[in-house]
């Protein structure tokens, strides 16, 4: 039981910090209030799926493509994996690197494979997004987290372009400096740019485990 006092003791520190994150999320929840979110970038796709790194791999394929690759170019499976987790998505279609801020450079020097790349993500994720309204029954914000979607001024543009018809405009200058809220003034769409957070999420997680714990060994919270 000292032991697991000991422990607890330890997560008092995370349950404070975890406190006074949720604190200075109160007034962006407070401005989301009643709003749903039913679209996520940053973990777009280009026949992708986006990894920690904000790197894409291949994600959405049609299945029979696998075991023609494998028979006309002699694939084993171990090769097969490395096509489609290494070498496909932005790299595929680029051929410059799975890291969108290498394909961004390699379209501003005038690389045109590049610039297919970025558009061909863009065109993914709205296609993504166009799925959701139509299961949700419309669109009430837009929210863009991730390394790319909370970085990239560029593909959030890039995104939000074709959407105006959903009552969606982006203020160009509040997205260049990454604000919370980059609608225009009169959009009925919200769009927000909003980062990750792991360790809250984490703190969170600890604190209710914790919390579980100091009732099964009856401990005074």
Same mark, same amino acid.
């Given at each position: ?6 422990? %607890? ?26 709003? *749903?979110?039913?679209?996520? +970038?940053?973990?777009?796709? #280009?026949?992708?799926?986006? *990894? ?11 299945? @029979? ?10 694939? *084993?499976? &171990? &090769? ?12 595929? #279609? @680029?051929? #410059?690197?799975?890291? !969108? $801020? ?12 590049? +610039? ?12 993504? /997004?166009?799925? !959701? /309204?139509? &299961? ?17 001024? $560029? +593909? $959030?543009?890039? /995104? ?16 260049? $400096? ?25 703190? &969170? ?11 099964? %060994?009856? /401990?005074?919270?």
């Amino acid at each position: 039981m000292l032991k697991g006092l000991g422990a %607890l003791g330890d997560m008092a520190g995370m349950m404070k910090k975890a406190q006074e994150m949720q604190g200075k999320m109160a007034q962006l929840q407070e401005e989301m209030h009643n709003i *749903t979110v039913t679209g996520e +970038a940053g973990a777009g796709l #280009v026949k992708a799926t986006c *990894t920690a790194k904000g790197e894409l791999k291949a994600l959405d394929i049609d299945p @029979s493509i696998l075991p023609w690759i494998a028979l006309r170019e002699g694939k *084993t499976p &171990q &090769q097969l994996n490395q096509l489609l987790n290494n070498e496909s998505g932005l790299l595929g #279609v @680029s051929g #410059v690197s799975p890291d !969108y $801020r290498d394909v961004e450079h390699a379209a501003d020097t005038g690389n045109h494979q590049a +610039a297919l790349a970025l558009t061909l993500f863009a065109e993914r994720i709205r296609a993504t /997004i166009g799925s !959701y /309204i139509m &299961q949700m029954g419309g669109l009430d914000a837009l929210v863009f987290t991730g390394g790319i979607g909370e970085n990239s001024a $560029r +593909a $959030r543009a890039a /995104i939000c372009r074709n959407l105006n018809f959903l009552g969606l405009a982006v203020d160009e200058e509040k997205n260049q $400096r990454n604000a919370t809220f980059i609608q225009t003034e009169n959009a009925m769409v919200k769009v927000a740019v909003i980062n990750t957070n792991e360790e809250l999420m984490i703190a &969170q997680d600890v604190m209710r485990l914790a919390i579980s714990e100091t009732v099964t %060994l009856g /401990i005074p919270a």
